[in-house]
């Protein structure tokens, strides 16, 4: 069965320094995985993906992640942090049968 | 570009209630729809996928309903609301692999 693993509920980065979501998956298949960001009382924005190719992806407000094949992880990076990246980030998977299949989410807070 | 719309933004509603939420999508032809809850502000539930009009799934047995009467239309209704229906509800849309969100309707059920 598809799923997704969120083990952090909360992550707490001081401002500058770099943070790490992480985020570990279970798929049938090539796997096709998402972040997604979302901020109080708002909808889910797409943050970046990895379909295929490189192992690091780049995506939207200076964040990255790396997908690692071996240990099924696809954990979101980015160098320095900034108070405004405080939300709640989800990872997802999609399923063979097109589902989207999100983890339970971590709530990551910024310091400053 | 595409984009989708949810309305109402918020909404309160005494138990035993109807619902109609709808969700909208431009820019788009043939679009996968589907329909989230998420309550506390933490994870998503899915509710409901379609993959064409007329065409639903349900994922979980509940007080909710979906339809499709149109390409780029979704609606989740229900006929009489329970203080559990309460949450965020979250339409969406895919084309191919990727999958973008609608801005929400926050339910508060009384």
């Known amino acids: 069965a598809q799923s997704v693993a969120q083990p952090e509920d909360q992550v707490n980065v001081a401002e500058g320094n770099p943070l790490t979501v992480k985020c570990t998956y279970s798929v049938s298949g090539n796997p096709y995985l998402f972040w997604y960001v979302q901020y109080p009382n708002r909808g889910l924005q797409f943050l970046l993906k990895?379909?295929?190719?490189?192992?690091l992806v780049k995506g939207s407000y200076g964040f990255e992640a790396e997908f690692n094949k071996s240990q099924t992880s696809f954990h979101l990076k980015k160098p320095s942090a900034l108070v405004s990246d405080s939300a709640l980030y989800f990872c997802a998977v999609r399923a063979p049968n097109d589902k989207i299949i999100f983890g339970k989410g971590t709530r990551l807070h910024i310091l400053p | 570009s595409q984009t989708i719309h949810q309305w109402p933004a918020t909404l309160v509603q005494p138990v035993g209630s109807p619902l109609s939420l709808e969700c909208t999508v431009e820019?788009?032809?043939?679009?996968?729809l589907y329909w989230y809850r998420q309550a506390a502000g933490r994870g998503l539930q899915l509710l409901f996928y379609s993959v064409g009009i007329g065409q639903i799934s349900s994922e979980v047995p509940q007080n909710l309903s979906a339809s499709r009467p149109q390409d780029r239309q979704f609606i989740l209704s229900s006929k009489k609301l329970l203080l559990s229906d309460s949450g965020f509800y979250l339409c969406?849309?895919?084309?191919?692999?990727?999958?973008?969100f609608g801005p929400g309707t926050r339910l508060t059920v009384l």
């Open positions: 820019g788009t032809s043939n679009p996968n």
């Open positions: 990895y379909i295929t190719g490189d192992n």
């Open positions: 969406a849309w895919s084309v191919l692999r990727d999958q973008f």
